[in-house]
Nanobody
């Protein structure tokens, strides 16, 4: 099993930056893919960025440019650097881990609120 703990959310002004952290209870190199998702109220979770155990990054076209996913293997932590934030980026952001012991493994963190407002 993999526990995920997010941190780093909060209130930021438009144009500002935040870095979200996701600390995993297992080696992130043993996890097939880790990702960050956003969930607007009443909507499905949407992928923001992902990184494989081998380090390959992926960003949906709508997320390219201002968000960067990275990781620190020594800390078993995945980060999401968010720059030039806009009010429409206000959401709850969730960390996800898929494929640890089994390909069907699917774990979520508790989520962290990001609010972009002046």
């Amino acid at each position: 099993q993999v526990q995920l703990v997010e941190s780093g959310g909060g209130l930021v002004q438009p144009g500002g930056s935040l870095r979200l952290s996701c600390a995993a209870s297992r080696s992130i190199f043993s996890i097939t893919i880790m990702g960050w998702y956003r969930q607007p109220p009443g909507e499905e979770r949407e992928l923001v960025a992902s990184i494989t155990g081998g380090g390959t990054r992926y960003y949906p076209d709508s997320m390219k440019g201002r968000f960067t996913i990275s990781r620190d293997g020594a800390k078993n932590t995945v980060y999401l650097q968010m720059n030039s934030l806009k009010p429409e980026n206000t959401d709850v952001y969730f960390c996800n881990a898929r494929g640890y012991a089994y390909a069907t493994d699917n774990y979520w963190g508790q989520g962290t609120q990001v609010t972009v407002s002046s």
